[in-house]
T-cell receptor, first 113, second 117 residues
Framework: KQEVTQIPAALSVPEGENLVLNCSFT??????LQWFRQDPGKGLTSLLL?????REQTSGRLNASLDKSSGRSTLYIAASQPGDSATYLC????????????FGAGTQVVVTP | DAGVIQSPRHEVTEMGQEVTLRCKPI?????LFWYRQTMMRGLELLIY????????DSGMPEDRFSAKMPNASFSTLKIQPSEPRDSAVYFC???????????????FGPGTRLTVL
């Protein structure tokens, strides 16, 4: 059974610092991995999706890497801003479970001015 | 497109009452997912549909929960009878799968916050 872990559970950084968020998964047989952002009381917003054949994806200040063999993905957010404060979740879609995502518990990020 | 639409946004009900949550997926999407989020258990997949057909309902907690998708633009999640432990935020999500690709990014609705007293 696929297990997805995000460490740390919470993170606080001063504005301007780079953020590094980690996601690990136990079964490397995946289709893709998706990073989401969730603001308090809101739904999930998709940030980046990495296919299993890709090593990284970039969007603006966000960069996500994927090392399938070691079961790890990292989300980098450059030059953090207070508006980046949110909970970040990663989710894995496994082979043989078409459409089904397995979520991590998330990392709660606070960026202080 | 307006995105995934869910109603109601908030629901407060008493134990034993029937609750119906509604979802309208993004037009053209062929997958629809129902999730539940709690502090204790995080985000859990309850059931998902492909082309209006339920594919996997192994996450539905018990027989009190049922879901339907009568057409491509509407789905319901029903709890009957409701219990206090059903209190959670229920999300609906949809995605589209091009025939030649495994790419199917999921888009989430704003959620329904359910409180059962």
């Amino acid at each position: 059974k696929q297990e997805v872990t995000q460490i740390p559970a919470a993170l606080s950084v001063p504005e301007g610092e780079n953020l590094v968020l980690n996601c690990s998964f136990t079964d490397s047989a995946i289709y893709n991995l998706q990073w989401f952002r969730q603001d308090p009381g809101k739904g999930l917003t998709s940030l980046l999706l990495i296919q299993s054949s890709q090593r990284e994806q970039t969007s603006g200040r966000l960069n996500a890497s994927l090392d399938k063999s070691s079961g790890r993905s990292t989300l980098y957010i450059a030059a953090s801003q207070p508006g980046d404060s949110a909970t970040y979740l990663c989710a894995v879609k496994g082979l043989g479970s078409w459409g089904k995502l397995q979520f991590g518990a998330g990392t709660q990020v606070v960026v202080t001015p | 497109d307006a995105g995934v639409i869910q109603s109601p946004r908030h629901e407060v009900t008493e134990m034993g009452q029937e609750v119906t949550l509604r979802c309208k997926p993004i037009s053209g999407h062929d997958y629809l997912f129902w999730y539940r989020q709690t502090m204790m258990r995080g985000l859990e997949l309850l059931i998902y549909f492909n082309n209006n057909v339920p594919i996997d309902d192994s996450g539905m907690p018990e027989d009190r929960f049922s879901a339907k998708m009568p057409n491509a633009s509407f789905s319901t999640l029903k709890i009957q009878p409701s219990e206090p432990r059903d209190s959670a935020v229920y999300f609906c999500a949809s995605s589209y799968t091009p025939a030649s690709s495994s790419y199917n990014e999921q888009f989430f609705g704003p959620g329904t916050r359910l409180t059962v007293l």
